[in-house]
C-alpha cells in the first residue's frame, strides 16, 4: 500500500503547476475562475496552493491580504470579461476551514452547503486536497483516517471516506464587489 500511495502523491504532482488552471480559466495567485459564466449566470472560482516561500502555508494569516488581493483581482476580471456573470461559486472541501473562509465575503460564506460530488467527478482537489498539506506532503492524519474508512466504504459514494465533505457556495457577484471595495 505505501507503494500505491506514492505513486498516486507522485501522479498528482507533476506537472500540476504546468496544467493549471486549464484550458477556460484565468489564474490569479493561487485563485482562479473560468473565463465565462454559466448558463445561470455564476463563474465557478478554484484554488491550488502557490504560495510556498518559508513563511507558512498560502492561508497563514500574515497572507490574508494576499489572499484577499487575489481574489478581488479575479473579481476584477469576472467584472470586465463575463458581463454575463450574476454570481461567484465554489465546490471544495476547504469551505470547512476558518482560515480559507476568512477570504471571501461572509455572505459567501454564510451560503455553504454540503453537495455529494457526481460520482463520475470523483477527481480534482475539492475533496482529495485535503489529504496533502501546504507543502505537499501526505498529511497522516487524514490519510489514517482515510485508510481505516476504506474496508467499509460504500462503493457508489466514496467521497464518504474524507473527514470533511463537499461544500458548495455561492453569492452574488455585487457582494464580492463590496466586500473587496472595488
Known sequence: MPDQVALTVAAFTVGRQDDWPGPGRMRFGCFACNNVADADGSVPIHFRNFDTDAAGGP??????????????ALVEHILTKCPDAKHVRGRSWLYHLPAYRRVFPPAYVASAEPVEPEARNFQ???????????????????????????????????????????????????????????
Open 59 to 72: 492561508l497563514v494569516r500574515i497572507k490574508l491580504a494576499r489572499r484577499r488581493d487575489e481574489m478581488a
Open 124 to 182: 480534482g482537489n475539492s475533496l482529495w486536497g485535503q489529504v496533502i498539506d501546504s507543502e505537499e506532503q501526505l498529511r497522516p492524519d487524514v490519510t489514517d483516517m482515510v485508510m481505516a474508512a476504506l474496508p467499509t466504504m460504500d462503493l457508489a459514494r466514496p467521497w464518504t471516506v474524507f473527514p470533511f465533505g463537499l461544500l458548495a457556495t455561492r453569492a452574488s457577484l455585487e457582494k464580492f464587489v463590496e466586500f473587496y471595495r472595488l
